[in-house]
């Protein structure tokens, strides 16, 4: 019988992490402090406004349709960002935590302005972390959260929508959706119509896109996940640009080296680091 407790769990999160650099996968998902025993984690403001913005929207899908624009998004959203505030968010100062706490305001209000289908009947996972057994023989399990998932009951199905706080548009080749997809196949008995994201900086509108076949998703997904599991068999996790690093893994070599400044905990109980403010180089010519 597969063991979960043994099981190699991956998710989108992690998979990028591999994909990007298998040094950053380890220092993200596997190493531990060993003063602490704990996980790490980076913060940045970026992730910063994303998590708040999350948390106001996650909020929303626990509520019956017709209550969840009764409170004030912009209120909730308060408290959401004091959870992030300063230093917690990896801010530099005020003037940078304003900028990025007012983006947030103004995606909940679009959001308030043009609910869509945020007013239409919704279904909720009943797990806090949904999952399913990619391969029972290969003990590998799939698992991650999905944003929202709107219930279309002409025909008894469901509409994946995934919100998105970035400037940046999702990469076509992202394994984002096929593992959406694949998650929601394997959690919940409604079948999946369509597949959207939400990208709240700059629409009021969702952005559709092709549902992933899911048989090619699990043979892609499977794959890298094998990858992975080999990864931590061997113990082997090596940067592709050396010992040098890439941008995905050297922030995080800085936090193992002390560099970083340790700010709080996280809910998974992650220690949460924020790097020092890059310094200003000053030129050495001068212009008269």
């Known amino acids: ?113 043009n609910p869509g289908p945020l007013t239409n009947l919704a279904v909720k996972i009943n797990m806090d972390l949904p999952y399913f057994w990619l391969s029972e023989a290969d003990n590998i399990i799939l698992c991650g959260k999905i944003d929202w998932l709107e219930y279309l009951p002409d025909d008894d199905t469901v509409h994946i929508i995934d919100f998105k706080t970035s400037t940046k548009e999702e990469n076509p080749d992202s394994l984002q959706l096929p593992i959406y997809h694949l998650l929601v196949h394997h959690c919940q008995k409604h079948p999946v119509a369509k597949a959207s994201y939400w990208y709240l900086n700059h629409s009021d509108t969702l952005t559709t896109k092709p549902l992933p076949n899911l048989n090619t998703a699990k043979n892609k997904v499977l794959d890298i996940a094998k990858k992975i599991k080999l990864a931590r068999q061997l113990e082997r996790f090596v940067c592709p640009q050396g010992d040098t690093g890439c941008p995905a893994c050297r922030p995080l070599e800085m936090v193992i080296r002390g560099q970083a400044e340790l700010v709080g905990t996280d809910s998974l109980g992650r220690n949460i680091y924020i790097l020092p403010a890059p310094t200003e180089s000053r030129s050495s010519s001068s212009i008269i």
């Open 1 to 113: 019988m597969p063991d979960k407790y043994t099981a190699v769990w991956v998710s989108h999160s992690s998979i990028s992490d591999f994909l990007r650099c298998p040094r950053a996968y380890y220092l993200n998902n596997v190493y531990k402090e060993p003063q602490t025993g704990k996980k790490i984690s980076l913060m940045n403001p970026p992730l910063a406004l994303g998590q708040a913005v999350h948390d106001v929207l996650e909020s929303l899908s626990v509520l019956p349709a017709a209550e969840r624009f009764k409170d004030s998004l912009a209120q909730k959203f308060e408290g959401s960002w004091k959870k992030v505030a300063g230093k917690l968010g990896g801010f530099r100062d005020p003037e940078q935590e304003h900028k990025y706490k007012q983006r947030g305001v103004e995606m909940l209000s679009r959001v308030t302005q």
